[in-house]
């Protein structure tokens, strides 16, 4: 099930979720609940219906090892990212990178070496039109 970038949505445990899942390649209930349970400790219970919820969502998918279900993803991070972000833009920013990027300077949310890598990324695109 393909999902259109503007269709993605996930709540902060849900992309707790999927990171433990991207970063591991898969994962058990158990191997995520290890993971996220460092801080904020939510119920094996609560990680369980999640994943479930994100399978059903077309997010995650599994298979069974001996009766234990291990989950891997069903859509790659930087789909999940482009995704988010464009429903930021729209939803925030009238659409614009101009005004997201404005809007992370005027915070002071970008360093000098950032400033650098992303002139690098704007040099790279024009030579390649």
């Known amino acids: 099930m393909?999902?259109?970038l503007s269709e993605i949505r996930l709540g902060r445990l849900e992309l707790r979720i999927m990171n433990v899942v991207w970063d591991k390649g898969q994962a058990t209930v158990h191997d995520v609940k290890d993971?996220?349970?460092r801080g904020r400790k939510p119920a094996y219970s609560t990680i369980l219906t999640m994943m479930r919820k994100l399978e059903a969502k077309g997010y995650l998918a599994h298979d069974v090892d001996d009766r234990t279900y291990v989950y891997r993803a069903a859509i790659s991070r930087q789909t999940v990212r482009h995704g988010v972000l464009g429903d930021l833009?729209?939803?925030l920013f009238e659409g614009s990178p101009l005004l997201l990027l404005n809007n992370l300077v005027e915070q002071d949310l970008i360093s000098?070496?950032?400033v650098r890598e992303i002139r690098k990324l704007i040099g790279k695109r024009r030579k390649k039109k």
Do not use: C, H
């Open 2 to 4: 393909k999902k259109k």
């Open 35 to 37: 993971v996220i349970s």
């Open 89 to 91: 833009l729209d939803r």
């Open 112 to 114: 000098e070496e950032e």
